[in-house]
């Protein structure tokens, strides 16, 4: 594969960028480490438990794919469902966004991060699976870091595998000296019979829970929980049942992992003070990938990987956006965005009476019609914009750095509500227990007991997680997309999976996908 040079190579920059869970900085130990040549000296390195470390921290790094930079998959997945539309400037404002809204997407405008970041942080796991064991230090953590790697790749491959369906599987790094050109694709049940394995094999080896420092990594409860969501799209339901089991424990109460639903929705969602956010890593976090504004992220290297700010921020404000001096105005008050993700009329009107309502989306449009605000209509403009992660002035972060790239509100990857209708889904939509998990999502915003169905369970999911990113995946799963999408243009036998970026092609065995 032609970008693996890169892919390999890549290790020595995230090790050196400074990007960690808790406070890592860099220092003349091993930045010596790193020839001018660009080439990473893996034998002079993963000497100790600090440099092993600092290569766990580069495999976490890629986590940010869910929410940093333009080709966030949060952003650019609702844009290709049925509950938001692309937005932006124009029809031109980002190729690839805008591929996925209407289904023009192809092989030249199909993001190619897609599949280089996720095979970066492949690549960085690949390393550290195999240099660490050798590495001086306590047994019992380096076999815990090993864990995290396998998990992780095990999770980027399952990315990978639901967008690109046929890939190639790398377990090993790659040198300079290896035949990269010609490493095969194999099927997707191949990537599934092995990240399942992996994560198996990986979770006696994890910390049982996380607290302080170690919050955002990895440990048996988000491994278990990311094992049954691969279950659930690989059609093994009663594995997927039971891991979502053990994940959730009793409906409505604290899981032996110490989850639990937080009592009040719109706190998912809330942004705290920049010294100590009281709203990251709440009981109802699993998977939570970290943001800062202490990278004082710039424009110079926005999008490369050392940009630490959310990026969905911005990109959902609307454009031009300002408060009028009326009295009692009770606008929020925003930060001009970029007016991406407007919310479609059928969203709206779907989640009429829901209290989940407000927090979701905000009503711009009305806000203006009431005289309370004034903003520019963006491409394909509703005037519903996705308030769960609107942009506020008293986000603006107080170091240096670009406004717009330096939000810090956290992206939950993986929530309790998540997992409890995925495991209410698994179990085919009936019984005492998948009442009971749909009862304690709605308990917690007030509603009362629908009959549980696999119906309810769809239509609870379109509101508990709307503008998370995951609706595009939901109707490819169940097989709604063809009659969901048809009217941005979804076909039946193609859109379910992507095209292969265009530049991975040439020179190389791989095929691309029907029909592109």
């Known amino acids: 594969m032609k970008n693996k040079r890169f892919l390999y190579r890549g290790l020595a920059i995230a090790m050196l960028s400074g990007l960690s869970l808790t406070s890592i900085s860099c220092n003349d130990s091993y930045i010596e480490d790193v020839q001018n040549s660009g080439a990473f000296d893996t034998e002079n390195y ?75 942080g492949i690549a960085r796991a690949n390393l550290l699976i195999q240099k660490a064991p050798g590495a001086e230090m306590d047994e019992t953590v380096k076999k815990r870091f090993i864990a995290e790697a396998k998990v992780l790749r095990s999770l980027y491959y399952f990315e990978l595998v639901r967008l690109f369906g046929n890939i190639p ?39 049982m829970m996380v607290s302080g420092n170690d919050k955002g990594r990895i440990n048996q409860g988000s491994a278990r929980a990311i094992l049954g969501k691969i279950y659930l799209y690989d059609k093994k339901m009663s594995e997927a049942a039971a891991q979502f089991a053990l994940v959730n424990g009793t409906a409505g109460g604290t899981s032996q992992f110490g989850y639990k639903l937080v009592a009040n929705y719109e706190d998912l969602f809330k942004v705290g003070p920049e010294t100590a956010d009281p709203y990251k890593f709440s009981t109802e976090s699993i998977l939570e990938v970290m943001h800062t504004n202490k990278g004082n992220s710039d424009w110079g290297f926005w999008g490369q990987g050392k940009d630490e700010g959310n990026s969905i921020n911005i990109m959902v404000g609307p454009r031009s956006y300002s408060m009028k001096n009326v009295a009692n105005n009770n606008a929020p008050d925003l930060v001009s965005g970029w007016a991406f993700n407007l919310a479609t009329e059928d969203l709206f009107n779907f989640m009429q009476g829901d209290p989940r309502l407000n927090a979701t989306l905000l009503n711009v449009k009305q806000l203006q019609t009431d005289g309370k605000v004034s903003y520019s209509p963006a491409y394909l403009d509703t005037g519903y914009f996705l308030n769960k992660y609107l942009p506020t002035k008293d986000e603006i972060s107080s170091l240096p750095g670009s406004m717009e790239l330096n939000f810090r509100q956290n992206y939950i990857a993986i929530r309790l509500a998540d997992t409890y209708l995925m495991e209410a889904e698994a179990l085919g939509g009936s019984g005492a227990r998948a009442q009971a998990l749909l009862d304690a999502v709605r308990a917690r915003v007030g509603l009362p007991s629908v009959p549980v169905s696999l119906q309810a369970i769809k239509n609870e999911r379109r509101k508990e997680l709307a503008g998370e990113g995951h609706r595009w995946f939901d109707l490819v799963r169940w097989g709604d997309a063809p009659a969901k999408l048809a009217f941005k243009g979804f076909v039946a036998g193609k859109n379910e999976i992507l095209p292969i970026p265009y530049n991975e092609l040439p020179n190389t065995v791989l095929n691309q996908n029907p029909n592109y």
Request: proline share 5%.
């Open 169 to 207: 599987l790398i377990l090993e790094p790659i040198s300079a000296t290896d035949d990269y050109w010609n490493i095969p694709q194999v099927a997707p049940s191949a990537v599934y019979t092995q990240i399942e394995a992996d994560i198996v094999a990986a979770i006696p080896d994890l910390m």
């Open 46 to 120: 993963f000497k100790n438990e600090q440099q092993c470390f600092s290569s766990l921290v580069s495999v976490y790094d890629v986590l940010r794919k869910y929410s940093g930079g333009f080709e966030n998959t949060v952003t650019f997945f609702n844009a290709g469902s049925d509950d938001f539309y692309s937005g932006g400037g124009s029809s031109t404002d980002g190729a690839g966004i805008q591929g996925i809204n209407d289904y023009s997407l192809n092989p030249n405008t199909m993001p190619a991060s897609y599949w280089k970041d996720y095979y970066q």
